[in-house]
């Protein structure tokens, strides 16, 4: 079995350097902003899961967030999801 390492380009770097720096409540507004846009191009898409990743690892939601998709009767959005998640584990915002 083989592994491959992906080499993140500087740009992705500093655009994830940037989320981080950000607060969790900063970080929501701008994911709702993007989420509920009519279109997205691609560096949008891709800001936006970063997001997405930062405000999941910095608040553990991982298993959170896998019970709300699991549950199949779910409709929410993404963003629904990242909320409810933050209300279930009890999140210091």
């Known amino acids: ?3 491959t390492t ?3 380009s500087p740009a992705r770097i500093k655009l994830e350097t940037a989320i981080e720096a950000k607060d969790t409540a900063t970080l929501l507004a701008a994911h709702f902003a993007i989420e509920t846009k009519a279109s997205k191009d691609a560096a949008e898409r891709l800001t936006a ?3 997405a990743d ?3 690892d910095r608040h553990n939601l991982n298993d959170a967030m896998n019970a709300i998709f699991e549950d199949e009767d779910y409709a929410g959005t993404y963003h629904e999801a990242l909320l ?4 279930v ?3 210091d915002l």
């Open 1 to 3: 079995m083989t592994t």
């Open 84 to 87: 409810m998640a933050l209300v």
């Open 6 to 8: 992906q080499t993140k």
């Open 89 to 91: 584990t009890g999140a």
């Open 54 to 56: 930062c405000i999941e």
């Open 49 to 51: 899961a970063l997001i």
